[in-house]
């Protein structure tokens, strides 16, 4: 039996509608909301006493920091769980330190002063404008956050290594093995990563939320490291930028990046 | 030839009928008891009315959901605070909201997951309150 035409396109239609529909619920992207008993609704608000910003960023005082002294690393480190695998290999780190040479190639000549030579400024993921990172992740396990924070979800994560390799800076770490027996004591408050898994600085934003700055900038005791919202024109961190010289790392790149280190 | 080829056939098909109705027969009649949940933690003890986040229905139902749900609004979208049915506000957070009270995950959590043979993933990286010290 040959359909007539009006058969024909109905059943097309169908066909079409069939395929198009379960495409529309994207399963990575796709939230599921629990079905909430009663009336409950999800707020809307947050938690009173958030810092929030238009942009956070941080500017690295080198005239205050000092080579010697690691003292953003180890509480970043301890608080965040991150892990010593023991090899530079396998290291992960959310903030480590480079010379200067290699912080800003092409800054240094054979005639550099000492001052610069000797440095070793604290590096970090960048929080970039336009980052990387984010544009590569396959699952969306990074993302930006509208307060410019560039974050990574490591429910998400599937360990593919494409925002390693399109990272500039070298920010981002991957755990080759499971990370828990390599973590010298387990902060409770603070998840660990699992096998797999790539991670990097969060700018403390489970600090933030609770209304407290970074670790790193609360544990500096030469007072180096400020923090703030960039877009916010009565800010500490945007007075700084206001009166002094600052660099950011490898900003040709079109990434802009957020941590100023000022000289 | 043809006998023989089915006295290979016949066997085989009964050993296959045998083979994948084996679940459905073998445990018939058995009924392996339910887990009993502890719900006698010292913290929960010590609440005047006795109420998780939600019903204990819904609860039982959906805590996956609800937790995934969590997960995904805290993280990503920033809002950490859940508000219940009956305006009753909690932080959105496995180890510092639902294992406060559960501080039993042994006699609790893994218990009903390992009746039904759940392996949820949360506790790679979640912390188990009381597994290390502070």
């Known amino acids: 039996m040959t359909p007539s035409r009006r058969d024909f396109i109905k059943t097309a239609a169908a066909t079409v509608l069939a395929l198009i529909l379960p495409g529309s619920f994207n399963p990575v992207r796709a939230k599921t909301k629990a079905p909430v008993a009663g009336n409950a609704t999800f707020s ?3 938690i009173a006493h958030t810092l929030t910003a238009k942009r956070w960023a941080m500017a690295v005082d080198l005239t205050k920091c000092t080579a010697d002294c690691t003292d953003c690393i180890v509480a970043c480190h301890t608080l965040h769980n991150v892990p010593n695998f023991g090899n530079p290999k396998d290291e992960i780190k959310w903030i480590w330190q480079e010379p200067f040479s290699a912080v800003f190639p092409g800054e240094q000549h054979a005639y550099s002063g000492e001052r610069l030579r000797k440095l070793a400024p604290p590096v970090f993921c960048n929080h970039c404008e336009n980052p990387p990172c984010v544009r590569v992740c396959p ?3 990074t993302f930006q956050r509208s307060d410019g924070i560039v974050m990574m979800d490591y429910h998400r994560c599937i360990g593919c290594r494409l925002c390693m390799a399109a990272c500039p800076y070298g920010a981002r770490s991957m755990n080759y093995r499971n990370p828990r027996p390599f973590i010298d004591r387990i902060n409770p408050d603070f998840p660990t990563r699992a096998k797999g898994v790539v991670e990097k600085c969060n700018f403390c934003e489970e600090r933030i939320a609770k209304g407290l700055l970074p670790a790193c900038v609360e544990a500096c005791r030469q007072k180096a490291l400020t923090f703030g919202d960039v877009e916010d024109t009565r800010s500490e961190i945007r007075l700084l930028l206001e009166k002094r010289f600052s660099l950011r ?3 040709h790149l079109g990434t802009g990046p957020q941590i100023y280190y000022l000289l | 030839m043809k006998y023989q080829k089915w006295s290979l056939i016949i066997p085989g098909i009964v050993i296959f009928i045998i083979g994948a109705t084996f679940p459905f027969w073998y445990g018939k009649g058995k009924a392996s008891a339910p887990p009993a949940l502890e719900l006698n933690t010292p913290e929960i ?3 005047a009315k006795k109420q998780c986040v939600e019903d204990t229905a819904f609860m039982r139902a959906n805590h996956m959901k609800l937790l995934q749900t969590w997960r995904d609004e805290a993280v990503r979208e920033g809002k950490r605070v859940y508000t219940a049915k009956g305006g ?3 932080e959105k957070s ?6 406060v009270c559960h501080s039993n995950k042994e006699n609790f959590c893994d218990r009903c997951h390992d009746y039904v ?3 949820p993933t949360c506790f790679d990286c979640h912390i188990v309150p009381g597994e290390v010290k502070k």
């Open chain 2, 45 to 47: 003890d010590q609440l």
């Open chain 2, 117 to 119: 043979d759940a392996k």
């Open chain 1, 139 to 141: 699952t969306g396990a």
């Open chain 2, 88 to 90: 009753r506000t909690f």
């Open chain 1, 44 to 46: 809307k608000n947050n």
């Open chain 2, 94 to 99: 496995l180890t510092g909201n639902c294992l």
């Open chain 1, 249 to 251: 790392r490898r900003a």
